[in-house]
């Protein structure tokens, strides 16, 4: 069983930064991909950027340039890292985590965390 804990998320103004994390508990491989989803209110949840157990990474259109994923394997976490914050950013922020790659970029990732608040607004 593994549990996804996402942590970072709060009320920031447009133009700033916020950086999201997930912890990973429970029995995960290392080489696990791990993801960040999110869901803004009336629509429907997307992906925002996934990263592999070796660091290859894949994101949305919409946060290229923007935003950043990473990991740190020894501690079992996954980073987004959110630069020029938009209002249309605003959303509810789920981590995902699976041995394979295409199940988190499809949504289909085995685990879940509960997910963080972002908001964007002045």
């Known amino acids: 069983q593994v549990q996804l804990v996402e942590s970072g998320g709060g009320l920031v103004q447009p133009g700033g930064s916020l950086r999201l994390s997930c912890a990973a508990s429970?029995?995960?491989?290392?080489?696990?991909?791990m993801g960040w989803y999110r869901q803004a209110p009336g629509k429907q949840r997307e992906l925002v950027a996934a990263?592999?157990?070796?660091?290859?990474?894949v994101y949305a259109d919409s946060v290229k340039g923007r935003f950043t994923i990473s990991r740190d394997n020894a501690k079992s976490t996954v980073y987004l890292q959110m630069n020029s914050l938009k209002p249309e950013d605003t959303a509810v922020y789920y981590c995902?985590?699976?041995?394979?790659?295409?199940?988190?970029?499809?949504?289909?990732?085995?685990?879940w965390g509960q997910g963080t608040q972002v908001t964007v607004s002045s």
């Open positions: 990263i592999t157990g070796d660091g290859r990474t």
């Open positions: 995902n985590t699976d041995r394979r790659l295409a199940e988190v970029v499809q949504g289909t990732a085995d685990y």
């Open positions: 429970g029995s995960i491989f290392r080489f696990n991909a």
